[in-house]
């Protein structure tokens, strides 16, 4: 659901500009060119820029209120789908595996 706001409802409502860091685990595995345009019928860049905390015009923008709760369900959903594509490689199911973090770890010493 879209709402439409006024130009003097955006210009008073309040905005986060820190989306993108709470968000930098993932930053590099979305593609935020999907989520704009599926959830939020936008193009890549609007999003980009809302997660640069910039307006289309170059000043102080960011994600409303309404945006983020959009965001986190795209996101939600998008963590549903992935979830339901794993479970259907059901014969992986009774293997345990240790899965290697994507998070950078501390490189090791040299020998």
Sequence with gaps: MKVELSK??????KVDTHVKEKLQDILLTVSWREIAR?????????????????????GVGGFSD???LQLQGA?????RRIRTSADSLS???EVE???????????SPER
């Design 75 to 79: 996101l939600y959903d998008l963590a």
């Design 91 to 93: 014969e992986l199911n």
């Design 66 to 68: 309404e945006e983020k």
């Design 8 to 13: 003097d409802e955006l210009l008073n409502e």
């Design 38 to 58: 599926g959830y939020f019928g936008k193009s890549s860049s609007w999003l980009y820029h809302k997660l640069d905390g910039i307006d289309g015009n170059g």
């Design 97 to 107: 595996f240790e899965f290697p973090s994507m998070i950078a770890s501390e490189p």
